[in-house]
């Protein structure tokens, strides 16, 4: 009796096209997160960031970006950086009128988990504190101002949500 012939399932057929769909997407989310970050930047204009994009489009591009979300303003940072966004003054307008009127401010820095933990917690605080400086920049007294301890955030999509500040009316 003849031996009979050995055959695989083809797996490399199957690793090679799964390779080729996530080349495919990642092309394809990266094209479109710059095309929103051009469009949004646009020239002359400080990097905002609506609330329906991700963090990551416009920090893609390692440029820093803001958000207001529900009268909560987020800065989101390039990686390794701490300098705050141009365009800050414009983006804090709400909160320093809120303060005038006798409320309080909080600034909270938050950080991922990759990495040196303790490095991670220096930069989320030198975040925070470029957030306090402006602010006190713009006028608001630093009793007015409570610093959060940096918190580590889980991440469910891009890391550059996770280095981010928010700044929070409070009573």
Known sequence: ?????????????LVFSAAVMALTVSYAVEASSSDAASVEQGPGKAPYEPPTLAASAVVLNKVAAYRVDQGVVKFFFASGKSQLVQGADQAL???????QTGRRVQISGFHDATGDAPSNAELAKQRALAVQKKLLELGVPAASILLQKPAVTVILGSYAEARRVEVTLIE
Request: hydrophobic share 45%.
């Open 1 to 13: 009796m003849p031996p009979v012939p050995h055959t695989h399932p083809p797996l490399l057929t």
């Open 93 to 99: 307008q709400d909160i320093v009128a809120a303060v």
